[in-house]
């Protein structure tokens, strides 16, 4: 179940991150130059080819493959290694299961780290863009994409929680047990929260400018008034109606998001870390003692 997970978000994210940086170039919200993209090309060919990116994933995987390994000594079930090719498969499995998750979970940091490079060049976020997020909202639909992914990698980690207790004999609180769940939220947190991130300070950059400019303006109208901040008894109509609309913009502005979540996607990720606990609940307790 996990082996499709990860190849459909490999496809479905890592596929379509290109298409979405276009999305936003055609926008008008990146601005590098074509200098600026090279430099972007360098440092991500540096970083997939650097030894903890390509090392790490083994590293994960073996180590997860000698945690199982104890299983394989067991006489008498079907994973018995001594009888049975199938016991020698667990290790194997569990191998590239935490190779795949690392291998992921680490090009997820790298796509963090592009970003945040890209939105270190000029960029241009459109406070009132349509999308109400000033014209980010391709990337918003790219993150999207893996909330159902997560949501199946944790009903698979409650499964496998499950099953480690009810094939395996371990207790809950097993070390393989508490591996497997950790993982699933580490690589949830990272997918949820680490590649948007990186819009944070651009979005906040965008707002701060953008209430300068009003406030600007709105010191502008008023000297041209030439009356305190509250006696708009000797301005014009036109000038009121300024005015007026000047403090509508600043409230509008004001309310803009810095921070590219909101309190569904919050939601949405308090839920899915919180599937396999859900399913342990649910089934686990009715099927077997917890040991």
């Given at each position: 179940m996990a082996f499709p997970t990860f190849i459909y978000i490999a496809g479905s994210y890592f596929g379509t991150l290109p298409k979405t940086l276009r999305l936003l170039i055609d926008s008008g919200v990146l601005l590098a130059s074509e200098e600026e993209w090279e430099k972007v090309r360098r440092f991500t060919s540096a970083r997939l080819m650097s030894n903890p990116i390509v090392f790490l994933p083994y590293e994960f995987g073996m180590a997860a493959a000698f945690l199982t390994f104890n299983v394989t000594e067991t006489s008498g079930p079907w994973y018995d290694a001594e009888k049975?090719?199938?016991?020698?498969?667990?290790?194997?499995?569990?191998?590239?299961?935490?190779?795949?998750?690392?291998?992921?979970?680490?090009?997820?940091?790298?796509a963090f780290l592009i970003l945040k490079m890209l939105f270190g060049f000029k960029v241009n976020i459109q406070p009132f863009?349509?999308?109400g997020c000033g014209g980010l909202g391709?990337?918003?639909?790219?993150s999207k994409k893996l909330n159902w992914s997560m949501a199946s990698i944790g009903v698979i980690t409650g499964v496998a929680i499950l099953s480690n207790i009810y094939n395996y004999n371990?207790?809950?609180?097993?070390?393989?047990?508490?591996?497997?769940?950790a993982s699933f939220i580490l690589f949830?947190?990272?997918?949820?929260?680490?590649?948007?991130?990186?819009?944070s300070a651009s979005m906040l950059d965008a707002k701060q400018k953008l209430l300068a400019l009003i406030d600007q303006r709105y010191r502008k109208l008023r000297e041209r008034g030439s009356v305190a901040n509250n006696d708009m008894d000797d301005l014009g109509n036109d000038h009121v109606a300024d005015l007026k609309a000047l403090s509508a913009l600043q409230n509008t502005a004001r309310s803009m998001r810095v921070w590219p979540f909101d309190r569904a996607s919050l939601v949405v990720f308090v839920l899915t870390i919180t599937i396999p606990f859900f399913?342990?609940?649910?089934?686990?307790v009715l099927l077997i003692p917890v040991v």
């Open positions: 049975y090719i199938a016991g020698w498969l667990i290790p194997v499995h569990a191998f590239f299961l935490f190779f795949l998750l690392t291998h992921l979970g680490l090009r997820l940091y790298i863009h349509p999308d391709s990337l918003l639909k790219q371990v207790g809950l609180y097993d070390i393989s047990n508490v591996l497997a769940y949830a947190g990272i997918a949820f929260f680490i590649p948007l991130y990186a819009l399913i342990v609940v649910a089934f686990g």
